[in-house]
């Protein structure tokens, strides 16, 4: 069985053990938790097609007096209506869960949401007794939580954050402990806080292998942010009849709140002596990174949808106040990152010092990536900071063999045999391969630890007999095992190899202005400047091309595009006066400037008196045209500035194309020092167009017309779709000596 994607799942009725676990169809169970009633009915009838087994305990009929009838039926004209009234009434269902209906004598929550049924959708109702605070609604969660919040927003850094959310989820869920679980680039877990009962062991700094949590589990975390199971020796409730009419495969019940839970993670939990659990979710930009994990052990406990859905609240609430913290912390980062880069390749353009050598001054390479040594190899001179190898030809030699232009090592022992046993006193390396053998590498020693595992992690399966048979468990062991980490150096982290990245871009201007190579060469600096990928923003396309003028001329054009720490799109075109190297390099200075006052979250006019300020003291004889937008990606406001660039043009959702009749200021390096601003709004189906001139003005073209002729291009009222290759084919010039950069942002239509 496979889903969408093609990810290939057990067979239905399938043994499940720890060998293929992994594969095992959590989202199709067929089955749901007791707690509650699984009804699965047709719109707009509301007829009911699947029921669970357990309705007749719950709402008091039995299944056949359940299945090909009216939901009015099973629930009563008066709560068959309510569901009725509310479905017609909201789009997102889940958004407005849930609603309280009477049945019989017996208040329930009603929880909804759709799923797809062959070419149709069926109506998934779910309901619960109803307990806890009535009614219920968005003031009441945040009331709930109102305190946690003051004290989230109080916290001065990760570990409170961690600590005041542990704490606050077991005041308010009851739960026996409550644990903050963060995850690593490899999906191994930490306890990174903890509250809990005085009488329960700590587990607060253990950690717990990525297989406790298998990918198939982490994809629905990812999906649905809470999932509790109240009693871990429930008896599943399955699901008739369970499989869908059209395809012939179980009900997707990835957003079921009562979806039952794999038989192996419930055995996981009982060896941990585990009676009631609860997860949520904690997201990063819509990944997993962590989870908030409640355990209780005096027996079942099952807090109300209030309760969890306070607390789902209180954990979206740390996830957005992690998120707001890392990116401070990368952004401070970044700007330091910023300032060692600019000092490096300051001393790297002193034409009377060896590259090299200007690379491991009182500036050197270590304080853009900390490492215990340093090797840079170019221009022909070798020379070196910190430790390293007496002769480092070998590794040098190695370098340049390598395939990536890029190549990262933590641990060279298991990676690269060869090359640990020539150099044993490093186990990691950072390189950059440059041109014609040369290079940047960064060594680090070997950094031994400790870590702290709940049961060996080694030690996955554990085998126990059932009567003839013998099958695979979860392990039973959760006591403290200590592993200690050899043959590894410290990790080199993201922002580190982004770091190296950008030195690597930014060298090869250096190298190119030294040897004065041909232009080829030069173009590769250009396009290692503008960014490899645009964003893709949901509900919004974003396009962008660059092509060198004729004869593979390099001027001074670029574009960017990337998402701000406050969420908005920033867009980018600009365009330094020249050709060559020296524009190119030109570009990369402003360009990198631009995204740094950006990335500080300046506005487009102040974004662009900075620069015109920067361009002044730092490139006087530097000049350039730039346009800048900001674009909120919710409403579809736009605010935007331009220094002697081409207007942008305005497409409307009717498919017509005008150009913006906008203030515009003169060139960065000679601006006012006040560049006008701009706002607007994008409706759904509108959309931006930025340019260079070289795509409208040239030698056998005037401006008029070549303003027209794009025009001409981006026109849609005949319902013609835009490509954005052919308005490159038809608008620039063969003949023009100027480079073409094109940007276009468009909003889907509603």
């Known amino acids: 069985m496979a889903d969408a994607e093609g990810t290939t799942f057990l067979a239905p009725g399938e043994p499940v053990d720890l060998d293929n676990c992994a594969r095992e169809p959590i989202h199709v169970p067929g089955s749901i938790q007791p707690r509650g009633v699984f009804l699965a009915v047709t719109e707009p009838d509301l007829v009911v097609r699947h029921t669970s087994q357990n309705v007749a305990e719950i709402l008091g009929h039995p299944v056949d007096d359940v299945l090909g009838h009216p939901l009015e039926d099973v629930l009563g004209a008066e709560a068959a209506g309510a569901i009725e009234h509310h479905v017609r009434t909201w789009g997102n269902l889940r958004a407005r869960n849930p609603l309280v209906v009477t049945v019989g004598d017996v208040e329930l929550d009603v929880v909804l949401h759709r799923i797809l049924s062959g070419e149709s959708t069926l109506l998934i109702v779910e309901l619960e007794p109803a307990s806890g605070p009535r009614p219920f609604s968005f003031p009441n969660t945040y009331q709930a939580v109102r305190g946690a919040v003051e004290q989230l927003n109080h916290a001065h850094d990760l570990a409170q954050l961690y600590e005041i959310t ?117 997201l990063r ?65 002193d034409h009377d010092r060896a590259l090299a050598s ?22 022909g001179v070798v020379d070196s900071v ?25 641990a060279l022992e298991e990676q690269e045999p060869q090359l640990a046993a020539a150099f044993p006193e ?44 013998v099958r695979l468990s979860p392990r039973k062991s959760f006591a403290l095992w200590r592993e200690t980490v050899r043959g590894r150096s410290e990790a080199w982290t993201e922002r580190e190899v982004r770091s190296a990245e950008e030195l690597r871009a930014r060298l090869l201007e250096v190298l190119l202005e030294r040897s004065q190579l041909q232009v080829r060469a030069a173009e590769t600096v250009q396009r290692s400047l503008l960014p490899s990928s645009v964003p893709d923003p949901e509900g919004w396309a974003v396009h962008a091309r660059y092509e060198p003028a004729a004869g593979g001329r390099v001027g001074g054009d670029w574009y960017d595009a990337l998402v701000l720490p406050d969420g908005r799109l920033a867009v980018v075109v600009g365009d330094v006066a020249g050709h060559g190297l020296s524009a190119a390099a030109a570009m990369g200075q402003v360009r990198n400037a631009l995204r740094a006052y950006l990335l500080r979250g300046d506005s487009p006019a102040q974004t662009l008196a900075s620069l015109d300020h920067a361009v002044r003291w730092t490139m ?21 500035s331009v220094a002697g660039h081409p207007r942008p043009l305005l497409l409307d959702p009717g498919g017509s194309a005008a150009l913006l009749e906008i203030p515009v200021d003169r060139p960065v390096g000679v601006g006012s020092g006040e560049p006008p601003t701009t706002r607007l ?70």
């Open 285 to 349: 930009n819509g990944r997993l990174w962590g989870l908030i994990a409640c355990h209780h052990y005096s027996g079942p406990h099952d807090p109300p949808f209030g309760v969890r859905a306070a607390a789902e609240f209180l954990g979206s609430t740390l996830s957005l106040r992690l998120v707001a913290r890392v990116e401070e912390d990368e952004l401070e980062a970044r700007i330091r990152a910023a300032g060692t880069l600019s000092r490096l390749l300051t001393r790297g353009r």
């Open 426 to 469: 490093f186990a990691g390396l950072l390189a950059l391969r440059l041109p014609e053998g040369q290079a940047v590498v960064w060594l680090r020693h070997e950094a031994v630890h400790n870590v702290d595992w709940g049961g060996d992690p080694h030690n996955k399966a554990i085998a126990t007999r059932e009567g003839d048979d």
């Open 386 to 410: 910190g430790r390293v190898p007496a002769d480092p030809a070998p590794l040098l030699a190695w370098v340049a063999g390598q395939d990536a232009e890029v190549v990262v090592r933590d």
């Open 166 to 282: 542990a704490r606050e989820v077991r005041a308010l869920t009851g739960f026996d402990r409550v644990m903050i679980y963060r995850f690593d680039d490899e999906y191994n877990g930490e306890v990174v806080a903890e509250a809990k009962r005085p009488d329960l062991n700590p587990f607060l700094g253990l950690h717990y292998p990525a297989s406790d949590i298998p990918p198939q589990a982490r994809a629905l975390y990812e999906q649905n942010w809470v999932r509790l199971i109240s009693d871990v020796g429930y008896t599943p409730s399955r699901i008739v009849p369970g499989l869908d009419e059209e395809t012939g495969l179980p009900l997707d019940l990835t957003h079921s709140i009562l979806r039952s839970v794999s038989p192996i993670h419930l055995e996981y939990l009982r060896n941990m002596g585990v009676a009631a659990s609860m997860s949520i979710s904690l």
């Open 681 to 750: 709004t994008l409706p759904p189906g509108g959309g931006l167009v930025l340019y260079s001139d070289g795509l409208v003005d040239s030698r056998e073209t005037s401006l008029r017309d070549g303003l027209r002729r794009l025009r001409a291009q981006f026109d849609g009222t005949d319902g013609r779709p835009v490509d954005i290759d052919e308005v490159l084919r038809e608008c620039r010039d063969p003949a023009s000596v100027d480079d073409v950069t094109l940007l276009l942002v468009c909003r889907d239509r509603d």
């Open 358 to 379: 200007s690379l491991v001054g009182t500036t050197s390479v270590l304080d853009l990536v900390p490492a215990q040594g340093a090797i840079v190899s170019a221009d």
């Open 620 to 640: 006087p004889f530097e000049m350039a045209t730039v346009v800048v937008a900001l674009v909120d990606l919710t409403t579809g406001e736009v605010e935007l």
